[in-house]
């Protein structure tokens, strides 16, 4: 499938009041179709993974069809400077959430790319950090003692963020490590009562 017959297949999934929504929201995409995650993985399946028609898509300011590049994009050719690209172009939360669910999450250097992401300073990579953090400790893996040290000092500190969806991404990070084992949970417990203490 081109890129020109993405395209069209989007526009014809088109829903108008949702996609208004998004725009009252804030989404300031050249284009917002307002086509549903479900609808998305579909179309996702029918075009199949192609590296050069991720990049293109990723290109687009338009909303789904960046959505839609994290899907088709191959795991094998996704290098770590694309996904520093990636990550530094993002506009949105939403962008982080489903491309971290989507890609991020099955990339096989996807926990050295998580501790960098959490320690910048953007708002973003932390973001997707936090977020792909998240779904590593889903699988129930613990960290090695230094990284778990790093990770509970950085996610302390991103709970005290300006912004929300950090803050957001740090928690639901926390508490997805609580899930691993009853010592991470003793951990994690620890690090929220100091900071209740502190408030």
């Given amino acids: ?80 400077e694309i996904a520093d690209i990636w990550v530094e172009s993002m506009h949105y939360p939403e962008e982080a959430q489903y491309t971290v669910l989507s890609l991020f999450q099955h990339l096989p250097y996807a926990s050295q790319k998580a501790f960098e992401w959490v320690a910048s300073s953007d708002e973003i990579r932390q973001q997707c950090g936090f977020l792909l953090l998240a779904r590593l400790f889903m699988r129930g893996n613990p960290l090695m003692r230094q990284s778990e040290v790093e990770y509970l000092d950085q996610a302390s500190a991103a709970l005290g963020a300006k912004s929300l969806a950090v803050r957001k991404a740090a928690y639901d990070s926390l508490l997805k490590y609580s899930l691993v084992g009853a010592e991470q949970e003793a951990m994690v417990d620890k690090v929220l009562r100091s900071l209740e203490d502190s408030a």
Avoid at 18 to 31: D, H, N
Avoid at 40 to 66: P, Y
């Fill in 1 to 80: 499938m081109t890129l020109l017959q993405i395209k069209q297949s989007l526009r014809s999934m088109m829903n108008g009041p949702l996609s208004q929504s998004m725009r009252e929201k804030g989404l300031a995409y050249r284009v917002i179709f307002g086509v549903e995650w479900p609808r998305l993985m579909e179309l996702a399946q029918e075009i199949g993974k192609d590296h050069q028609l991720a990049q293109d898509l990723w290109k687009e300011d338009i909303r789904e069809c960046r959505l839609l590049a994290g899907l088709v994009q191959p795991v094998e050719t996704f290098y770590p």
